[in-house]
């Protein structure tokens, strides 16, 4: 008996997701809740996984299509044993879908007859795609592209990734080091017809992620309908660096989570927050909602790309409570394993862009949030202090925020009361 795999549901307002990678083949084996497929939301990466355990009989979706709730992508046989190819019925729309794309490839004018079908190398997919050595795990994009980038063998790199799975890094460190031979090559017999000579200059075309281009609407959103102003300051950070040197170690130990700066920006922000509202506030149509809460969304990278997950209610947080959320939120974005409810919200946003050295930018607000914080690069600069000149760790502080809620003075005096804070961080201990 089949068993129709279904779109789940996503969350509130999603309807739809784009099918981003197969993680099993027609013909494999699948066992009952191990993920077959992997979504695309608006938001964050979702894995489909299987009702039953069987063989996957067919692919119902291809990689890219957009698909609703509810839609079936795959069919699963139960009972069925698994095979080394798919099954015949999967096989003859396989066939025939690759010969309708070869003839539609084909000029008007063509007379030559087809090419016989060839044999992909070892270490690669029936497409000619590069798999994991041993397992008939198929490779994400990113990776396929640096295995190919780098000339290796898959099959000698080892796999870090959920199920053993190869990722980027993986194939990084395997081309740094040298330990994963070069890539089989093709048969003399496979090679595709040369391409013309361009001078070296190449071009690759890749279709946005859902993720991207949610991110692009609604950046551009914010830029088309907030009257957007940045304003900058900067921080001294010494008796930051060392409160964080002289307690690193008994914190790690006590609370199982490193000390980072984050905790105390955040710290101090809801503080800030707390006496200029209006930075923490947003406009629904003609009216102004002010919030007696912070919910601060922190941008973390993932693989595919920026994620913005909520502190719920960071205000009523320790330091050690922010930097355990902040960790959790680091390690799932990797995994992909965030939820559609931690995205969700948000009053306020902290953007580290120091982290990959930025020194100054000017971040985008996140709608309906009004105000967005931006944290740059600790660089030892030559300031004056009580007259004289000494080197200190500074670091610039921009804030973005919409000039139809938020004044300037509003504005700056949110970012002194943040500066002040963490150049004295006594200030977070005694409420000042």
């Known amino acids: 008996m089949a068993t129709d795999v279904v779109v789940p549901t996503l969350g509130e307002s999603i309807t739809e997701a ?42 119902v979706a291809g990689e890219g299509d957009t698909v609703e709730v509810g839609a079936v992508i795959a069919r699963i046989q139960e009972g069925a044993s698994a095979s080394t190819s798919a099954t ?9 879908g690759k010969a309708e794309a070869a003839e539609r490839a084909q000029p008007a004018a063509a ?13 690669y997919g029936n497409h000619g795609e590069p798999q994991t050595g041993g397992t008939s795990q198929p490779l994400s994009p990113s990776v396929r592209r640096a ?40 048969p003399a017999a496979a090679a595709a017809p040369a391409a013309p ?58 609370h199982g989570v490193r000390l980072g700066f984050m905790g105390f920006f955040v710290k101090a922000a809801c503080q800030a927050l707390r006496d200029i509202p209006a930075v923490n506030g947003s406009i629904e149509g ?4 002010y919030h007696d809460y912070a919910d601060i969304s922190v941008a973390v990278s993932a693989p595919n790309g920026l994620v913005v997950p909520v502190i719920r209610d960071a205000d009523q947080l320790s330091v050690a409570g922010i930097e355990k959320t902040i960790g959790d939120f680091g390690k799932r974005a ?84 943040l500066k002040n804070a963490i150049e004295d961080p006594t200030r977070l201990l005694i409420d000042l």
């Open 286 to 289: 003609d009216e102004i909602v």
């Open 18 to 59: 784009t099918l981003g990678q197969w993680l099993k083949q027609p013909g494999e084996a699948v066992k009952a809740d191990e993920p077959i497929a992997s979504l695309e939301t608006d938001k964050v990466a979702v894995e489909v996984n299987a009702p039953t355990a069987g063989v996957l009989a067919e692919h």
């Open 147 to 186: 295995v190919q980038e780098h000339g290796l063998d898959p099959a000698k790199v080892a796999g870090t990734g959920k199920d053993g799975r190869l990722t980027k890094d993986d194939v990084l460190a395997a081309a740094k080091s040298g330990t994963a031979g070069a890539a089989p090559a093709a």
């Open 334 to 417: 990797k995994d992909g394993t965030l939820k559609m409810d931690e995205m969700k919200g948000g009053t306020f946003t902290i953007s580290n862009g120091g982290v990959f050295g930025s020194l100054m930018s000017t971040p985008i607000i996140n709608p309906p949030q009004s105000a967005v914080l931006g944290l740059h690069r600790i660089e030892e600069r030559p300031v004056v202090r009580n007259g004289q000149v000494v080197v200190r760790p500074m670091m610039y502080l921009a804030l973005s925020y919409d000039h139809r809620l938020i004044d300037g003075r509003e504005a700056v005096t949110f970012l002194v009361a």
């Open 88 to 96: 015949p019925a999967v096989e003859n729309r396989t066939a025939v």
């Open 111 to 123: 007379s030559e007859p087809p090419a016989q079908p060839q044999t992909a190398p070892a270490g």
């Open 197 to 254: 000579a361009t001078g070296g200059r190449k071009e690759e075309r890749v279709r946005m992620s859902r993720l991207r281009q949610t991110v692009a609407k609604r950046l551009k959103e914010a830029q088309n309908t907030a009257a957007m102003l940045t304003t900058f300051n900067d921080v001294d950070m010494s008796e930051v660096i060392a409160a964080r040197a002289k307690y690193k170690d008994l914190f790690e130990k006590k």
